[in-house]
């Protein structure tokens, strides 16, 4: 899809990459896994559908797909059930006196990075290092089985971590730290779309949910500049009320991050359904036999509502989600 001077394609990770930008008025910039080239055209891009290009007998294609407005597409997810029980298992936060966690608060001086300044600050200190800490690669993934902020930084060593990878490691330093810390998957209505992971932890100070997001090193506040949570967030965008972005929010410390982008668009797309880790663990999405990981995730009440709870297991890994289309079950 095209996004101002950018054409955008799905790579085989199922990541969504730059695969084109305009250069100037006469030619393109084309990108792929081995060089990049450049072409002159001469075509009206806004009426073709598709792009050939064929460069030393190898095709590729580039497909010109109208971008939808997504805030629009949230608000028609805009309704829940707040009187809606059902028998879901309770949220978890494992204990930070748990011998896996007091090892990482160790190893990686976590009251250090903390600080001592306020909860929140502390909270705050945590996700700029965490960001500076771990690289993010979408198209990287993370370790396969056992998934803790070990293995996960010495996957993320070589080639950088996914989103999720980022999130998993922020959240087990939170743990580690005494503070309720989870995972959220923040997902598109259209299921084939790319989704973003982030964290949400509770700051007592504040007596709410924070929005945390490590790979963007991003938090998100009202006009008064007051910390939200992501169904906050979520609220907002689709009642257009104001939200802003901390200044300092980027990628990899390469390229600044806006509000326009983040929230009026790529989170706009990804706030439909937010899916949660239930029990907040060290190694929480560990992908080992015998495991079982459960997950909650909000639904509105305009898309099919389907199972309550969906259960599957592969390789002796059970995956276990829990509906709900009460945003007070997050509390």
């Keep these: 899809y095209a996004d101002g001077d950018f054409w955008f394609r799905r790579n085989i990770h199922d990541d969504i990459v730059p695969c084109m930008k305009r250069d100037d008025g006469k030619t393109f910039l084309y990108f792929t896994d081995i060089d990049t080239a450049k072409f002159q055209y001469e075509y009206n891009f806004s009426q073709c ?9 190898r095709v590729s294609y580039v497909d010109f797909v109208p971008q939808p407005d997504y805030i629009d597409t949230l608000r028609t997810g805009k309704t829940f059930d707040v009187l809606q029980q059902r028998d879901i298992p309770t949220f978890t936060y494992q204990s930070a006196d748990a011998p896996e966690l007091q090892t990482l608060r160790r190893k990686y001086n976590l009251d250090s990075v903390a600080g001592t300044g306020d909860e929140v600050m502390r909270i705050l200190n945590v996700l700029h290092w965490v960001h500076n800490h771990i690289r993010h690669n979408g198209s990287a993934g993370l370790p396969k089985k056992e998934r803790n902020a070990e293995t996960i930084e010495k996957f ?28 959220v998957t923040c997902l598109p209505r259209n299921y084939y779309d790319d989704c973003h992971v982030i964290n949400e932890v509770y700051s007592v100070q504040l007596g709410k949910w924070l929005w945390i997001d490590p790979t963007n090193e991003a938090y998100v506040m009202d006009e008064n500049q007051q910390l939200l949570s992501i169904f906050e967030v979520r609220e907002r965008i689709i009642q257009d009320k104001p939200i802003e972005l901390n200044a300092e929010a980027n990628w990899n410390n390469q390229s600044k991050v806006s509000k326009e982008y983040y929230l009026d668009d790529y989170m706009a797309k990804n706030l439909f359904y937010l899916s949660y880790i239930l029990h907040s663990t ?28 969906k259960s599957n297991t592969f390789n002796h890994i059970t995956i276990r989600e829990y509906f709900t289309n009460n945003p007070q079950l997050l509390r």
């Design 49 to 57: 559908s598709r792009l050939v290009v064929i460069r030393k007998k």
């Design 156 to 183: 993320a060593k070589k080639k950088g971590v996914n989103c999720r990878g980022l999130a998993l490691f922020a959240n087990e330093c939170y743990l580690a730290l005494g503070f309720r810390s989870r995972v």
């Design 282 to 309: 060290y190694g929480a999405d560990s992908r080992t036999p015998e495991s079982t990981i459960e997950f909650l995730r909000l639904k509105p009440m305009e898309v099919e509502q389907g199972e309550t709870v």
